[in-house]
Structures are given as structure tokens and as C-alpha cells.
């Protein structure tokens, strides 16, 4: 069972801090009540606690600042030091691999929260940079590798590893069944990745197999512990896109071979504000029902800019409204960004969907269209601007980005209509394209 941290505790720790002259109130305490005050395993948040479970890789992905390189060198000193719940007894030889032996050592070792910051004086480590060794006073010891050199993982045993930054090896399969070969002392030997999280091989076959126990962790989990300024100037720059969803949110971002629609090019062209536009339509592909199992309603604004670029301005698609729902929100999207026309799909309910938008504003400039072609042909044309660069994002729209980049030939892989992707695709072909047979239009 995980500590707890008793409400007695924690009301001491807040007076320590809170006191007047803190130098004053720590220098009133031994070193073994500061200590206990400051036991990680009482403070730590849930996600940086080994899981429970018959685990042999412990995978931890974790934003930038997130607390998983502190989770690590604490998992590693409990190892050393036999300390619950990370070991029944001291470990004797562990394993520390990181990208590079200097990343091992001025991060895993050296690093704010690193090996040798986190003990008390009679349990610190000794560090030997030439041997590539941390020495425990109990003999425990921790040596040094790089995914620069699997071959140094020959030989070598351990009880446990701490992998740091996996996602980033160099020769990372290599080195990571080396270390495998190496995992053979005692009883159930273990090991502990820690990674931001990236679309490799290695990292996709670590969650797939049936022994890893995953835990994730964002930036925004450990926002107390990191600078305003780094808040404000990265997260706030970066939060929703793929960059900021795989460095920040700890996600795994990956790409279906076949889409249509490629993440490199949206990136490439993501802009935080549109210019001056000269038209501004939403596209609204209503669902053949209502309900929570019925499809989602696609509602996607767009426009064309004075430069002759098409830009995407938001993703309003909703699931479970009732008609009066939808037509209701398109509309509030249309007089929002001040729209010249709605777009709206008719195959499904024909005039039916005119009327209801009627009904929620009579004054809306509404076009009805019908496909007469497959819905990956007509977003065919749509790509093709894409690739050529002519279509930007404002801002982030990480639901319709996801369901672009998984839109394939066979349409999505969850078999599920692809309904913001063909609201994007009235839309732009409203704005950037001519037709040419891919719809039929009508005027109400």
C-alpha cells in the first residue's frame, strides 16, 4: 500500500515553511525530523510513485518539467537504499542509461534533481566520474551508460535500470535489449523508463507489451514547482498543438501511413491570428440522427484571406445534439465571426436541414450541398492544398487535427464517420475551390 501524508504532517510541514525566520525553524529540528518532512514518498504526487502490479517496465511519460526525472533518481535511491514502496531490501547493482553519458551524468546524476541532491549526508552516494560509478555506504552501487555504445552493456549485471529519455537514443533498440540481456540479478529485476513521450518504434512496442505498467504526467501537473515565465512564454505558445500535446501533455502523436492529411504540413503552416479576410463561411455535415450513440455533428468556420490563402478558424463539431441543438450552434458561429455564408451538407435530411436552420435564424445566408462523389475523393483536392502550402490553422484544433491525420483510403481507423474532417472539406471547398463535379449546389 502507498504512504499517505497524515494531516498532522502536513499541518508541521506548513509551519515550518510558513514561519518568519525559516533558517531559524529548520535550525531548531534534527536532521532526522527534517528529514521526515521531507520524505518523498509522503509528498510525491500518485503518478511518481511506482504502480502497483506484477511490472517489469515501469513507463513514465512525462511532459517537459513534469517531475519525471525526479521520479526516477527517487525510485533509484529507494532501490539503493531498500526503502518501501520501492524495494523489500538494498539493490546491489543498478543500471543508469541515458542518451549520452554526459546527459546520464548532468541529469540523472548531478541534475536539480538528480542522485546526489536527494539524501541525507550519512546516505548520500559517492561519485566517481572516471569509473562511471555511484557507491551507496551500504556498497550499493549505480554505473553509468550511453545509448551511444550498446556494446558496454555487454557483460555487465544488474538487479534494476533507470532509462532516462528513452525516446531520444541514439542506437535506442540496441542498447535497450543489451540492458535486457543484463537484467538478471535477483528475484524480479525491474526497470523504470523515463521518457518524453515520441512516435519510435521502441516506445510503441514498451506500450504494447503485456508487463509495462504505464503512467503519464503533463507540465501543467507540476506547474507550482516551475517558473511563471516558462508558463506563460512555452506552454502558452505551444499548448494544443502536436509539438506542445507530445512535449507538454506527455501524448503520444502518431501518424496513419495513408492520411490524407499530414501533420508536417499543418504545423508548417500554423499561424496565431488570420489576416484580413474576404470571406468567412462555417460548414455544418449534419448527423442521420440525434442522441449520444448518433455521429457527431461537424461544424468547422473557415476563410479566405486577402493573401489568397484559405485559413481554418474553428472546430465547434459537437456529439448528441438534438437538430435544433446543431443548427443552434452553427449559428452562433456564423454571427461570432461575422460569416458571409453557412454551408451545409443535405444528403441526410435534404430541405429538412434548411428548415431548421431557418428556425434558429431566418437571416442566415445558408447553401445546401450534396455529394455526388466518396468522401475521401472529395477531400482529395482538399489535401492538395495542404501539401501546397495554401492552408493555415489559427491557433490549435488538436480534435479535428487528430481525426485529419488518421483520415485514410478507408476513411477513419475507428470506422466511424469522419465528420469534422468533411465539415473542413465544405468548407474549403466553398472558399478555395471551383467544384468541378465533386458537389452539386443550391441556393435557398
Known amino acids: 500500500m502507498r504512504q499517505k501524508c497524515p494531516p498532522g504532517l502536513r499541518a508541521e510541514w506548513h509551519a515550518l515553511v510558513g514561519a518568519e525566520d525559516l533558517d531559524a525553524a529548520m535550525s531548531e529540528r534534527s536532521s532526522d525530523e527534517l528529514a521526515r518532512l521531507l520524505d518523498w514518498r509522503l509528498w510525491a504526487r500518485p503518478d511518481q510513485l511506482p504502480p502497483e502490479g506484477d511490472w517489469t517496465v515501469w513507463l513514465y511519460l512525462g511532459g517537459r518539467g513534469a517531475g519525471k526525472t525526479r521520479a526516477g533518481a527517487e525510485w533509484v535511491k529507494g ?12 539493490l546491489e547493482r543498478i543500471a543508469l542509461v541515458g542518451e549520452t553519458l554526459a546527459d546520464v551524468r548532468d541529469v540523472m546524476v548531478e541534475g536539480p534533481s538528480g542522485l546526489l541532491g536527494l539524501h541525507r549526508p550519512s546516505e548520500r552516494p559517492s561519485f566517481s566520474a572516471t569509473r562511471r560509478r555511484l557507491l551507496w555506504p551500504n556498497g550499493a552501487q549505480a554505473l553509468m551508460f550511453s545509448s551511444q555504445d550498446p556494446e558496454s552493456l555487454r557483460g555487465p549485471q ?36 523515463t521518457t518524453t513521450p515520441r512516435n519510435v518504434p521502441l516506445v510503441k512496442r514498451l506500450l504494447a507489451a ?25 506552454v502558452g505558445r505551444y499548448r494544443g498543438t502536436r509539438l506542445g500535446r507530445q512535449e507538454l501533455d506527455a501524448e503520444l502523436i502518431s501518424d496513419r501511413p495513408d492520411a490524407l492529411f499530414k501533420r508536417a504540413d499543418i504545423e508548417a503552416e500554423r499561424v496565431g491570428a488570420a489576416p484580413e479576410l474576404i470571406r468567412v463561411v462555417v460548414a455544418v455535415d449534419p448527423p442521420a440522427s440525434s442522441g449520444r450513440e448518433a455521429d457527431s455533428c461537424g461544424i468547422v468556420a473557415a476563410g479566405r484571406g486577402a493573401d489568397g490563402f ?25 454571427h461570432a465571426l461575422s460569416a458571409d455564408r453557412l454551408v451545409a451538407e443535405a444528403n441526410q435530411g435534404g430541405d429538412m436541414v434548411a428548415a431548421v436552420i431557418r428556425q434558429a435564424d431566418p437571416s442566415v445566408a445558408v447553401r445546401l450541398v450534396h455529394a455526388s462523389r466518396g468522401k475521401v475523393v472529395r477531400a482529395e483536392p482538399v489535401a492538395a492544398l495542404y501539401e501546397q ?18 483520415f485514410g483510403l478507408g476513411g477513419l481507423s475507428s470506422g466511424r464517420s469522419p465528420d469534422r474532417v468533411d465539415a473542413l472539406v465544405w468548407a474549403l471547398t466553398e472558399l478555395m475551390l471551383t467544384g468541378g463535379g465533386e458537389a452539386r449546389v443550391r441556393r435557398i
Open 79 to 90: 532501490l539503493a537504499l531498500g526503502q518501501r514502496p520501492f524495494a523489500r531490501e538494498p
Open 158 to 193: 544488474f538487479h534494476a535500470a533507470w532509462c532516462d529519455e528513452l525516446a531520444k537514443w541514439t542506437y535506442a533498440e540496441a542498447t535497450f535489449d543489451m540492458l535486457q540481456f543484463g537484467l538478471r540479478l535477483g528475484i524480479n529485476p525491474r526497470q523504470l523508463v
Open 210 to 234: 503485456p508487463r509495462t505498467a504505464v503512467t503519464k504526467a503533463t507540465t501543467a501537473m507540476n506547474a507550482d514547482n516551475l517558473a511563471p515565465g516558462f508558463l506563460e512564454a512555452v
Open 310 to 334: 484559405g485559413y481554418v478558424l474553428a472546430d465547434k463539431t459537437a456529439q448528441g445534439l438534438s437538430p435544433a441543438g446543431w443548427a443552434g450552434r452553427a449559428v452562433d458561429l456564423f
Open 389 to 406: 502550402g495554401r492552408i493555415r490553422h489559427v491557433g490549435a484544433l488538436p480534435e479535428l487535427e487528430d481525426e485529419m491525420a488518421d
